[in-house]
């Protein structure tokens, strides 16, 4: 066997052989250049277009929202009637106020002071005689027993005078029937009721008058 050298390459040869190689190596592609260049156009339109929006959202007023305007007007409405609400409260305790002091100048109504009186002594009678039969005076007493707490309550300014007027005349009558029939049937002893018959007729008369000036 004899050693060959291979005879050397024509210059097309070697043209050729460059080009293959060639070829076959790898090709730069800028695709991260390309993205980097497409994000910014994206960006620096976005960015125009949106300019003028942004201006005149910064300067146009905020729009109500639904039912908002609605809303305030209720609530406004809402303090307009505590405020009217207040006022009368202020009116009414300067009323009352006004009533109390006049009460107090004239004093305490005359049936009220009658009707209390009548209560007061039939407590004072049953005091008086504890030799009575048991519970002798304890129905009459229970029956004017609420006139006289409405009355103490109009002498202290808390009631109406109706409040008194209202169940005289049953008490009347109660306290009548007992000095007449019942005291005397059931035990007979002399007891002097003429003070008791008096606040009768003097509360009776109060409450007459007071009548008459209503009507």
């Known amino acids: 066997m004899t050693d060959q050298t291979?005879?050397?390459l024509s210059d097309d040869e070697r043209a050729e052989l460059e080009a293959l190689r060639a070829a076959q190596t790898p090709q730069h592609v800028p695709y991260a250049e390309a993205a980097a260049a497409v994000a910014a156009?994206?960006?620096?339109?976005?960015?125009?277009?949106?300019?003028p929006v942004l201006a005149q959202l910064s300067t146009d007023p905020a729009q109500p929202l639904p039912h908002e305007a609605e809303m305030d007007a209720m609530m406004a409405e809402f303090r307009q009637m505590s405020e009217r609400v207040t006022?009368?409260?202020?009116?009414?305790?300067k009323a009352r106020g006004d009533y109390a002091a006049a009460a107090a100048t004239l004093g305490p109504p005359a049936v009220a002071i009658y009707?209390?009186?009548i209560a007061d002594k039939l407590t004072s009678f049953?005091?008086?005689?504890?030799?009575?039969?048991?519970?002798?005076?304890?129905?009459?007493?229970?029956?004017?027993?609420?006139?006289?707490?409405?009355?103490?309550?109009l002498i202290a300014g808390k009631g109406h005078a109706s409040d008194v007027t209202g169940q005289l005349a049953g008490?009347?009558?109660?306290?009548?029937?007992f000095v007449d029939k019942t005291?005397?049937?059931k035990w007979g002893k002399p007891i002097d009721f003429s003070a008791l018959q008096g606040d009768?007729?003097?509360?009776?008369d109060a409450a007459a008058a007071i009548s008459a000036r209503a009507s």
């Open 6 to 8: 291979p005879a050397p």
């Open 41 to 51: 156009e994206v960006d620096q339109g976005a960015a125009a277009d949106a300019g």
């Open 87 to 93: 006022a009368m409260e202020a009116e009414l305790g």
């Open 115 to 117: 009707a209390q009186a």
């Open 126 to 153: 049953r005091a008086a005689h504890p030799d009575a039969p048991p519970g002798h005076f304890d129905a009459v007493i229970a029956k004017a027993a609420p006139l006289g707490q409405a009355a103490a309550d």
């Open 171 to 177: 008490v009347v009558d109660a306290v009548e029937r």
């Open 183 to 185: 005291h005397p049937r």
């Open 200 to 204: 009768l007729e003097d509360a009776t």
